[in-house]
């Protein structure tokens, strides 16, 4: 089978002949006839005609039809006369081809104005015939070869006229041998080049689209455009939307593809990582891209420096900045820098990787296989002067394969954790699901490092269709969760189905426990610093420390960013020894877990209540414990005597006073125990 819908015959002629002879007439103007003589006895003879539509997948190829030819008595091996099936074709202008033994071969053809095939031995005969389009010139076939040639005895005179196409390409310039490759081969295996580009999709799943985008002009005109045999930029204009879709990202491909090859050349892989990234993240219109981009300077290369009969500009070298291109770029081939015919040929499978790629991508499975199949069966019988090339099938199979993979790979991704993250607090997490198929999936969900709990292990969804936890729109899903850390430190979140997975770490910082001891009637604050960490988080406790703390509450001062801690109870109060102990997390004061860090404290007083009738600011005695974690806790223990004067002023005096001799106050005594 070639093209999904074409296998089935579209007419069915059978009749039943003896030693007379006669004739079956198809509605194609193709006949089968019987010479009188040929059997010996009453036999049922049924012809069957196929259309292939070869036509639609080659631009040279004007039209193609199969007939299979079925003799009802088994016993009859060969025939006494050979029966004709006369095809109304020129003779010199088409291919005609029996599948024998599991191979297409020449059969023995008669001579006349129409295609004449001898059937001289059965059980069932099937014939291929292919005829040239107009468009093709005569640009088939060996038709360009000496004529005393037989028509399908062409290697010999196909490598010796390739033989001089290297001689011709090795005496150019630099640019035009790196274009065709001279020289260059890979150890890599085939395998081992296919099969990373997986890694393009599996390296970075969250910023990948698979939604082709609308006003596509459908499977036609795809093929059509995918087996044109010239360059894409100046093909026919019903198919140019596949140009015109991704035309804009051609230029930026180019750039990266040759500032990535610069001292190293990159894989086929970095190529379609490339052109993905330079689409948007769109990995459809990335696979097209690739193959314009490959195709538009292959054959733009072709014309140049080595032209066809039909080319009517001047032989020129292959531009340098298209050679810098394709040097950039490993090549496909390992066992010769050229073809079987002999042609130096870097470019041909490369590209082809790409337009077998985007067939599938783009149209199904079936039509991808037979874009491959179509150019493999016409390069296969000598269609165009062409030789069969194995590493080119192999070029075109990778292609097919990562197609269908793409088709199959569901992409996964997490959005980050922007949220403060508490133990014990719920965190809600979003999972991001593209490319989802009618079949639907199901996803694994798992903590593979940290210590918490999800709010589900699995979501399945699928396409068009919703569930509790997931919003479908189109083929992307948008699953919530939630994520409950038990132990502080980093937890990562896996979300896996089959080759896809996607990770999202979720950082929860250990609380840190605060302490405060003194005996003053006045206001102290404290600065916290880690050690090595130059932004300090800053405390002001308001009154006594026997009212309740409520909140942590946000400022600025100074550029900086201050946290305060406010209090019932505000007001000038008698000493006090009851603690106040205040509780949080490094999330809270946007300040990273520094677990461990040892802590510089020290105080600033200024006594509110000073300001409002006392002359003096008094001695402060304190102790602060800070403990952070489960680690052991820091101790700091110390004094601080304020010199600023009595004053009797008024209390708006007294603060502008107290402003202006802030910096002269004694630097505070602090002795520290303990911490880790």
């Known amino acids: 089978m070639l093209i999904p819908g074409r ?28 010479p009188a003589g040929s059997l010996s006895g009453q036999t049922l003879l049924r012809v069957e005609r196929i259309e292939p539509g070869l036509e639609d997948f080659d631009f040279t190829v004007g039209s193609s039809a199969i007939y299979r030819v079925t003799l009802g008595d088994d016993s009859i091996h060969r025939l006494d006369s050979p029966v004709i099936l006369d095809i109304p074709w020129e003779p010199d202008r088409t291919l005609v081809l029996s599948f024998e033994d599991g191979k297409w071969v020449s059969p023995r053809l008669a001579s006349g104005d129409t295609v004449r095939v001898e059937l001289d031995h059965f059980s069932t005969r099937t ?12 640009r088939i076939v060996g038709e360009q070869v000496a004529g005393a040639l037989p028509r399908w005895d062409l290697r010999a005179a196909i490598q010796e006229k390739e033989a001089a196409h290297r001689k011709r390409i090795e005496g150019k310039a630099a640019s035009t041998q790196q274009f065709f490759g001279v020289g260059e081969t890979t150890k890599r295996t085939h395998a081992e080049i296919c099969e990373e580009f997986k890694t393009v999709f599996l390296a970075n799943t969250s910023n990948l689209t698979f ?11 795809l093929t059509k455009f995918l087996g044109d045999a010239g360059r894409p930029s100046e093909g026919d204009s019903s198919a140019k939307w596949y140009w015109a879709a991704t035309e804009a990202s051609h230029e930026v491909i180019r750039a990266r593809v040759i500032a990535a090859g610069q001292g190293q050349q990159i894989s086929p892989a970095a190529v379609l990582r490339i052109a993905v990234e330079a689409n948007g993240g769109n990995v459809p219109l990335g696979v ?21 009969e039909t080319y009517v500009g001047s032989v020129q070298e292959v531009p340098v900045r298209d050679g810098q291109f394709v040097a950039s770029i490993q090549a496909w081939r390992r066992t010769s820098d050229h073809s079987p015919s002999g042609r130096y040929d870097k470019m041909g499978p490369l590209y082809h990787i790409f337009a077998a790629m985007a067939a599938r991508v783009w149209a199904d499975a079936l039509y991808g296989q ?13 269609w165009g002067n062409d030789i069969p090339d194995p590493e080119k099938g192999a070029a075109d199979e990778c292609g097919l394969d990562i197609g269908a993979w793409i088709l199959d790979f569901v992409s996964l991704g997490f959005e980050p954790v922007t949220s403060s993250v508490e133990v014990g607090k719920e965190v809600p997490l979003t999972l991001t699901v593209r490319n989802l198929t009618e079949k639907g999936v199901s996803i694994e969900l798992n903590v593979l490092s940290g210590e918490g709990s999800l709010s589900r292990t699995g979501v399945s969804v699928s396409k068009g269709s919703s569930t509790g936890s997931c919003d479908v729109v189109g083929t992307t899903a948008t699953c919530g969760l ?13 979300a896996r189905s089959g080759k896809a997975s996607a990770t999202v770490k979720v950082a929860s910082d250990p609380p840190i426990t605060v302490t405060l001891n003194w005996s003053s009637r006045a206001t102290v604050k404290f600065l916290a610093e880690p050690a090595g960490h130059p932004r300090p988080m800053a405390l002001e ?13 946000e400022s600025t001062a100074q550029g900086e960013r201050i946290y305060a801690l406010g209090s019932r109870g505000v007001g000038c109060q008698a000493d006090s020894t009851t603690p106040a102990v205040v509780t949080f997390t490094t999330s809270q004061l946007r300040f990273g877990g520094y677990t461990g860090d040892d802590f510089f404290v020290w105080l600033d007083s200024r006594s509110l209540c000073s300001l409002f009738g006392d002359a003096t600011l008094p001695l402060i005695s304190w102790t602060v414990e800070i403990k952070v974690g489960d680690a052991d806790p820091t ?18 005096d007294n603060r502008r006073q107290l402003a202006a001799r802030f910096n002269l106050l004694a630097d505070p005594v602090v002795t520290c125990l303990g911490g880790n």
């Open 288 to 308: 097209l891209a690739a193959h314009n981009v490959l195709k538009d300077i292959a054959y733009s290369g072709r014309q140049l420096a080595d032209p066809t």
């Open 635 to 652: 101790v700091c223990t110390g004094s601080y005597v304020s010199r600023v004067p009595s004053v009797a002023n008024s209390p708006e």
């Open 482 to 494: 939630t994520f409950t850390p038990s132990k502080a430190g980093d937890a990562v979140v896996e």
């Open 7 to 34: 296998e089935q015959p579209v007419e069915v002629q059978e009749a039943t002949f003896g030693p007379s002879g006669g004739a079956i007439k198809l509605a194609d103007g193709a006949a089968l006839t019987v």
């Open 127 to 138: 014939i291929l015939a292919i005829g040239a389009s107009l468009s093709s010139g005569l």
């Open 541 to 553: 406790v308001w009154g006594s420390p026997r009212g309740t703390v409520e909140t942590l509450v």
């Open 211 to 221: 939604n082709q985008p609308p006003g596509a002009p459908g499977v036609y005109y």
């Open 370 to 382: 037979a874009v491959v199949s179509v150019e493999a069966l016409l390069r296969s019988t000598g």
